[in-house]
């Protein structure tokens, strides 16, 4: 192989669509480049003073000049701990980052610029915030033209977000097999009849569907004549704005009421969180990830001693009411993300670079713990898993595994076990002993404590 | 003005002035519902304590 030429060379996987910079990894920092292309815009930017308002303002992620040529700006960002994508999030989390997506285009507008691009990547959580992380996707406004970031926006935010109005959360998915947002052709196929009658609804997408479709095989020779006013622009996105913010979702949980419906009394949860906690500060972990963690109710009791932790579950409601509690408690450090551990997140985008995996992202982060707490009897009976290969998964990413086993005498675990019938035998092997042996191959066991009042056995592990 | 790096679509382009009226009058219409009902109630109709799309100035949010 030659020498690749250019600074691609050494240019973050999943920045190469916008030819204004690029995002690169140097010396474990995170940086951004500004191309010559994009310095008129950058400059205006800078000077007029609107990086420095929209950064005040919480709407874009602050960042420091930190070199300038004639050939390129390096910026520094402020670091995101750990990025969740959108095909992650639970409703309320999308429809925030649609709010935001809007909050900035009408503020940019007013200020004469306009965000040339609205996709759900350009937004990340931190510290329990949606925040706009492309410092690049400003361009200045041409008075009275229209938003050519519309058609993405709509993609990427509002026909996802009604999608799930009618047919709940799970249809989010589809953010996952579509990056670049859900086709219009597709949304207005899957949308019930009854949608028309919302004019919203009707406008902008069935309508916009229909224009795309009509216009399709055609390049735009008409575009330059094509005028929307700025007052009805301004007008369009305060009234998409306040459609979205009224978007609600319907759907029974399987989850969300886990703590008041099952398998604890109060004195077991209590011993199972002080005991944690008190494993966690005994040992100083900083970083922890909780995989099925729920709404975060355990996370809560010690996550003030964290600097984050990462709570995932398969149940979209359980995340959606965890980042209800994050916006509500102002939990800084929680990191909410939808997480089937039998089908993770896998790798996206061109080359599969351009969108990381979840074991990836984890891998990299190398959180101290990971805890697992009244979950592997869900992978190895529901899951069919065997104990060693759940073993060698939690051997991956944190030196320290906190981890509860249910044994054959909890209700949930003969309740998986009788919906098993005839194949019920084949889980013989669901012990104690079996499970301490092959988790020994990869851990050593620290602790080991009984949860009092429970069938519950809570160990700490640490990797060998 | 920078070239786009994607198709922003034409059909999109030429329906959203269509869509952006419509939008106006959506907006305009539920000013006026409101204030109808501000006018009829005794209690005044106050805005529910949610986020608003405008920024003020003298907020910091950072």
């Avoid at chain 1, 610029?113 to 041409?142: C, Q």
């Avoid at chain 1, 990462?310 to 995340?319: F, K, R």
């Avoid at chain 2, 419509?22 to 305009?28: D, E, K, L, R, T």
Wanted: some cysteine; overall charge positive.
């Amino acid at each position: 192989m030659r020498t690749i030429p250019n600074s691609f060379s050494n240019n973050h996987s999943s920045s190469f669509r916008d030819p204004s910079g690029y995002v690169f990894v140097d010396n474990n920092v995170l940086k951004r480049a500004v191309l010559p292309k994009y310095f008129t815009q950058y400059n205006a930017l800078k000077s007029s003073g609107f990086y420095k308002k929209v950064i005040k303002h919480g709407l874009l992620i602050p960042h420091n000049e930190s070199k300038t040529t004639k050939e390129c700006i390096e910026l520094i960002p402020e670091e995101i701990p750990f990025i969740t994508y959108p095909y992650e999030w639970s409703f309320s989390q999308l429809k925030d980052a649609a709010l935001h997506t809007l909050k900035l285009q009408k503020y940019a507008v007013s200020n004469g610029y306009v965000l040339k691009d609205a996709t759900a990547f350009n937004i990340a959580f931190h510290r329990g915030n949606p925040i706009f992380i492309d410092t690049l996707s400003f361009d200045f406004y041409t008075p009275d033209s229209p938003w050519k970031a519309f058609k993405m926006f709509v993609q990427h935010f509002l026909s996802p977000l009604v999608l799930a109005h009618y047919h709940g959360p799970t249809i989010l998915k589809l953010l996952q097999t579509h990056i670049d947002g859900i086709p219009l052709s597709l949304t207005t196929s899957l949308l019930p009849r009854k949608s028309k009658l919302n004019p919203t609804i009707l406008t902008n997408i069935h309508l916009l569907a229909k224009a795309e479709r009509k216009y399709k095989n055609q390049t735009d020779k008409k575009t330059k004549k094509i005028k929307v006013k700025k007052e009805r622009h301004l007008n369009h996105l305060d009234a998409l704005y306040s459609f979205i913010q009224g978007l609600n979702v319907n759907q029974q949980t399987e989850w969300a009421n886990y703590y008041e419906n099952i398998h604890y009394d109060d004195t077991a949860l209590d011993f199972k969180k002080n005991q944690i906690s008190e494993w966690i500060s005994y040992l100083d972990l900083k970083t922890v990830v909780d995989i099925g963690g729920n709404d975060g109710t355990m996370v809560r009791s010690f996550s003030h001693d964290l600097d984050f932790a990462i709570v995932g579950d398969i149940d979209e409601n359980a995340v959606d009411l965890n980042y209800q509690k994050i916006k509500e408690q102002k939990d800084a450090n929680i990191i909410p993300i939808l997480l089937d551990i039998l089908q993770p997140t896998p790798a996206l985008g061109f080359d599969n670079k351009e969108r990381f995996s979840i074991i990836n992202r984890l891998n990299k982060c190398k959180p101290d713990s990971t805890l697992a707490l009244a979950l592997i009897h869900h992978i190895s009976l529901s899951g069919n898993v065997p104990f060693l290969k759940i073993a060698e998964f939690f051997a991956r990413f944190s030196n320290y595994l906190i981890i509860e086993f249910p044994n054959r005498d909890d209700k949930m675990v003969q309740l998986l076990l009788d919906q098993k019938r005839d194949f019920k035998n084949h889980f013989d092997f669901y012990s104690e002993e079996n499970f301490e042996k092959d988790f020994c191959v990869f851990f050593d066991i620290k602790k080991r404590v009984a949860i009092p009042k429970s069938n519950r056995i809570l160990y700490l592990m640490e990797i060998i | 003005m920078i070239v786009l790096y994607f198709d922003p679509g034409l059909g999109a382009m030429l329906v959203q002035a269509l869509i952006a009226a419509a939008a106006s009058v959506i907006v305009f219409s539920k000013n006026v519902k409101a204030k109808i009902q501000n006018f009829f109630s005794n209690k005044k109709v106050e805005k529910p304590n949610q986020d608003s799309i405008n920024i003020d100035e003298d907020e910091n949010n950072s």
